[in-house]
């Protein structure tokens, strides 16, 4: 059973930074989607980043390339979102999930999702 704990969400100033973790566990396999949505009150969610395990390849939304960076500790079963520069509309619910297979864009029929992790941002 595939499970996904988000952490290091909470309340920063616009162009601060903050970095979310998300601890895996029961991934197995050789190659998982691994992505992070977000979805802010009254809004759609919104795929932010994704990556497959294995090759490494991530994928980015466009409201967040070059300030975001999602990278893997493999060691670790972690995942990380290094947020940078963050905007008032950055501000959110932020989510990690995971699909069996290939990413192929942000967007994927993820099975397995975290409980989530609040991040605000303030200007």
Do not use: H
């Given at each position: 059973?595939v499970?996904?704990?988000?952490?290091?969400?909470?309340s920063?100033?616009?162009?601060?930074?903050?970095?979310?973790?998300c601890?895996?566990?029961?991934?197995?396999?050789?190659?998982?989607?691994?992505?992070?949505?977000?979805?802010?009150?009254?809004?759609?969610?919104?795929?932010?980043?994704?990556?497959?395990?294995g090759?490494?390849?991530?994928?980015?939304a466009?409201?967040?390339?070059?300030?975001f960076?999602f990278s893997q500790?493999?060691?670790?079963?972690?995942l990380?979102?290094?947020?940078?520069?963050?905007?008032?509309?950055?501000t959110?619910?932020?989510?990690?999930?995971?699909?069996p297979?290939?990413?192929?864009?942000?967007?994927?029929?993820?099975?397995?999702w975290?409980?989530?992790?609040?991040?605000t941002?303030?200007?």
């Amino acid at each position: 059973q595939v499970q996904l704990v988000e952490s290091g969400g909470g309340s920063v100033q616009a162009g601060g930074s903050l970095t979310l973790s998300c601890a895996a566990s029961g991934i197995t396999g050789s190659s998982y989607c691994l992505g992070w949505y977000r979805q802010a009150p009254g809004k759609a969610r919104e795929g932010v980043a994704a990556i497959t395990t294995g090759t490494g390849t991530t994928y980015y939304a466009d409201s967040v390339k070059g300030r975001f960076t999602f990278s893997q500790d493999a060691a670790k079963n972690t995942l990380y979102l290094q947020m940078n520069s963050l905007k008032p509309e950055d501000t959110a619910m932020y989510y990690c999930a995971a699909e069996p297979g290939w990413c192929r864009s942000v967007l994927a029929p993820y099975r397995y999702w975290g409980q989530g992790t609040q991040v605000t941002v303030s200007s």
